[in-house]
């Protein structure tokens, strides 16, 4: 698992996505794989 995948799963669902902050239910930190991917890889440039 990658350093960002590490960093993303440790973010506790805040009832929108993380990356676009679109509404999502209570459980879930973004709203696709493409925003999780692309939260990663903002991650891996902005350390
Ligand atoms: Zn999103």
């Known amino acids: 698992m990658s350093e960002a995948a590490r ?3 440790a973010l506790p669902p805040k009832g929108a996505c ?3 902050d679109k509404p999502l239910d209570n459980v879930r930190r973004f709203c696709g ?4 991917d692309a939260f990663d890889e903002e991650k891996e440039y902005t350390r």
């Open 7 to 9: 960093v993303r799963q």
């Open 18 to 20: 993380w990356y676009c």
């Open 33 to 36: 794989k493409e925003c999780a």
